[in-house]
């Protein structure tokens, strides 16, 4: 045992993080804990208990704020940011984890100059074309948010964590070494409710499928994309099909929220929006729906399918960005965006003997990757400088595969989908493809070059940046050759 370490484990630090194995205090530092369904703040908090369990009294842990909702975030003990540099003082030990989100210019800027070692934990940003044709002020945000991660990495020697190694690999695309990244799994509070057996859940229903997703009701977790699935579900099958819809609506996008009632309404789908709910009805959604659907064109890791197959629901997912990491392997996820494929395997996962046997592959393969003990050694890695990506997770299961694909075989043949007149057809984005330092200069001059005067109405920088982006999404599309 090392005596250096306040872990119990030898250092082996790598440049940007030299010291970190005789941490004697660690600050979490987080703008706001606000919202409700916050999974910045929920990792954050996450991190918060883990350090603290794991470090015992040898390690002062603390969260420092700018904002918290005490209706929320009752009980947390937090510190204002203002007494940040006072509490990490000028002797050595101290170490600041950073939960960045869109920037935080009054704190990124002093980065360089902190009396600690500091890591920034990234969360992702989301590309700019996802919000481009439907607030500005969302895709401003986001390339604040993507400018100011690489302002970081070319001012200080921060390390990174990111939650995943598509996120990693990200982090290089826009110019951070990959010596300072290191990849530390979101914490989920489901992931202190232990190892037991899900719950019990209702029979699935010979009249009806109950798809559920969960997210921000926000262009790029692929709402128009669900909506069209479950229309071509029910045009091959004869069971209604119910879409459950669990995320807060994004306050900048409401016409994006609109377009996917809209669509559900002209494609005949019952889709349900119950909008942001508590951790206790969340899980009771989880309980009560028959399969997982995720169709998202852009996650950082993806913590409700991991939710979901806690929860002992089969999930259906399209393997773009960091899902194709995840479910490289899984048995019912898809490589394109194919509405027929995706509702053949929403019918595959509510099969009685196909569900049971992706239940059990889910287990082996994913559910055991992503637990409380793994996460706590991924932080400890962090901590003690010890950067790497995360293994690959599961293998592939060759009988569920042809019993997937004996079940596409049997079923009717798809014919062309029926698609409402008025209705726009949704694009559909490039698998895998990352914000280049290109893109944030383009997508940045665009707005820039609106007058600031001009701006005050949101619709007018949104019709220039609309323009620009359709054109280029369609062409992605075409290349892509979804159907």
């Not at 660690?26 to 916050?38: C, F, M, P, T, Y």
């Not at 799994?185 to 232990?194: C, N, R, V």
């Not at 901590?383 to 079940?407: F, Y």
């Amino acid at each position: 045992m090392d005596p250096r370490s306040p872990f119990g484990e030898a250092s082996e630090s790598g440049p940007a993080t030299a010291g970190l194995a005789t941490v004697s205090r660690i600050a979490l530092v987080i703008r706001h804990l606000w919202e409700l369904s916050d999974s910045i703040g929920y990792d954050c908090l996450g991190q918060f208990r883990v350090l603290r369990e794991w470090a015992g009294d040898e390690v002062e842990v603390r969260i420092f704020c700018e904002h918290r909702n005490g209706r929320h975030y009752d009980g947390i003990p937090t510190e204002p940011i203002g007494a940040l540099r006072a509490w990490l003082g000028e002797r050595p030990g101290a170490l600041v984890i950073y939960h960045f989100c869109d920037g935080w210019p009054a704190f990124d800027t002093e980065i360089p100059d902190l009396p600690a070692a500091v890591i920034v934990r990234w969360h992702n940003n989301t590309p700019p074309w996802f919000f481009a044709r439907y607030s500005a002020k969302a895709t401003l945000n986001t390339l604040n948010g993507l400018k100011g991660v690489m302002a970081i990495g070319a001012r200080s020697n921060a390390s990174f964590w990111t939650n995943s190694n598509y996120s990693a690999k990200q982090l290089a695309v826009l110019g951070i070494e990959p010596q300072r990244v290191h990849v530390v799994y979101p914490i989920s509070p489901f992931l202190f409710e232990g190892e037991s057996a899900p719950p019990d859940r209702p029979a699935a229903s010979d009249e009806c499928i109950r798809i559920l997703f969960v997210g921000r009701i926000v262009p790029h977790k692929g709402y128009l994309h669900l909506v069209m699935t479950a229309a071509a579900l029910q045009q091959r099958s004869s069971r209604r099909v119910q879409l459950t819809l669990v995320g807060r609506p994004d306050p900048t996008m409401p016409a994006y929220v609109q377009e996917a009632k809209a669509l559900a309404e002209a494609c005949g789908v019952d889709a349900r929006f119950p909008a942001e709910v508590s951790f206790a009805e969340l899980r009771e959604f989880y309980r009560d729906s028959d399969v997982f659907l995720c169709l998202s064109e852009h996650e950082g890791f993806g913590l409700p399918i991991f939710e979901a197959m806690r929860s002992g629901l089969p999930v259906v997912g399209l393997r773009s960005t960091a899902i194709g990491e995840f479910l490289a392997h899984h048995p019912l996820a898809l490589g394109r965006m194919d509405y027929d494929e995706a509702a053949e395997l929403v019918l595959a996962a509510t099969d009685p003997s196909l569900r049971d046997a992706v239940v059990r592959w889910q287990n082996d393969n994913l559910t055991s990757f992503y637990t409380t003990a793994i996460v706590a050694r991924q932080l400890k890695a962090g901590v003690l400088g010890r950067h790497a990506m995360a293994p690959s997770p599961g293998v592939p299961d060759p009988e569920i595969a042809k019993a997937v694909e004996r079940l596409g075989t049997s079923l009717p043949q798809a014919g062309p989908l029926r698609f409402p007149p008025e209705a726009e057809r949704p694009l559909v984005d490039a698998i895998d493809r990352y914000v280049t330092r290109y893109d944030v200069a383009a997508y940045g001059a665009l707005a820039a070059a609106i007058p600031r005067r001009k701006r005050g109405p949101i619709r007018r920088v949104a019709r220039e940046i609309e323009r620009f982006v359709k054109r280029t999404r369609q062409i992605v599309a075409r290349a892509c050759g979804a159907r």
